[in-house]
């Protein structure tokens, strides 16, 4: 049982170099998010999504771009990568249609450095 | 602007006893709270739940307790255990909303 699958696990990139992040659970789940965290920070927002062909902007949708094509999928895009991108990125998933007894399942994240 | 506070960074306590970990929230919407559990380099694991329609959860050594007038969660861990070393995050959301808010974090060391 795998559940919420990133790849990859690292990556660096240069400044203005795009880059796909990938997720896929394996749960059926409808909702999927993508988070990113910086140190001492808590998890932001980036993308979030309520099922396939459906997405939605979180708190810092800036310089992203996601779609959602399938259940399973929700890669997130960078364009034109900045060094305020460089973070951790976390890909989520959750069952509810409601938020109740629905906790979101984690990925074990991307680390990526924009340099 | 955060929804979700941890004010606490960091926290020691010594194998055996109560750790408590504490959260507040500002958006009198929501009532759905979440504590998370992360070791290093792997994503943040669900650990327990509470919603507002209850003032107490207990799962194991885990417990959390829910004060809505003061907008105010907490988690105690009885007994620490080393293993609980981690970074605990709580999160809230709201029935009517799809998205879940984190707090900051607070790291937590059991001291053998």
């Known amino acids: 049982n795998a559940g919420v699958t990133q790849t990859p696990k690292f990556r660096i990139l240069k400044i203005g170099q795009s880059m796909t992040l990938q997720c896929a659970q394996d749960m059926n789940h409808n909702y999927m998010y993508w988070y990113r965290q910086d140190p001492g920070m808590g998890l932001k927002l980036i993308y979030y999504?309520?099922?396939?062909?459906?997405?939605d902007k979180g708190e810092v949708p800036n310089g992203y771009n996601v779609s959602r094509s399938t259940t399973e999928d929700f890669p997130l895009r960078l364009e034109l990568a900045a060094p305020s991108q460089t973070s951790v990125y976390f890909c989520?998933?959750?069952?509810?249609?409601?938020?109740?007894?629905?906790?979101?399942?984690f990925g074990n994240g991307t680390r990526l450095t924009v340099t | 602007d955060q929804q979700v506070k941890q004010n606490s960074p960091s926290l020691s306590v010594q194998e055996g006893r109560i750790s408590i970990l504490n959260c507040d929230y500002t958006?009198?919407?929501?009532?759905?709270f979440l504590w998370y559990k992360k070791y290093p380099a792997e994503g943040p694991t669900f650990l327990i739940s509470?919603?507002?329609?209850?003032d107490k959860n207990e799962d194991g050594r885990f417990t959390v307790f829910l004060n809505k007038s003061a907008k105010h969660l907490s988690l105690h861990i009885v007994p620490s255990q080393p293993g609980d070393s981690a970074v605990y995050f709580c999160a809230a959301s709201a029935f009517t909303g799809n998205q879940f808010y984190f707090g900051t974090g607070t790291s937590l060391t059991v001291i053998p």
């Open positions: 989520a998933s959750s069952a509810g249609v409601s938020s109740y007894n629905s906790p979101l399942h």
């Open positions: 509470i919603s507002s329609i209850k």
């Open positions: 999504s309520v099922g396939a062909g459906i997405t």
């Open positions: 958006n009198s919407m929501f009532d759905y």
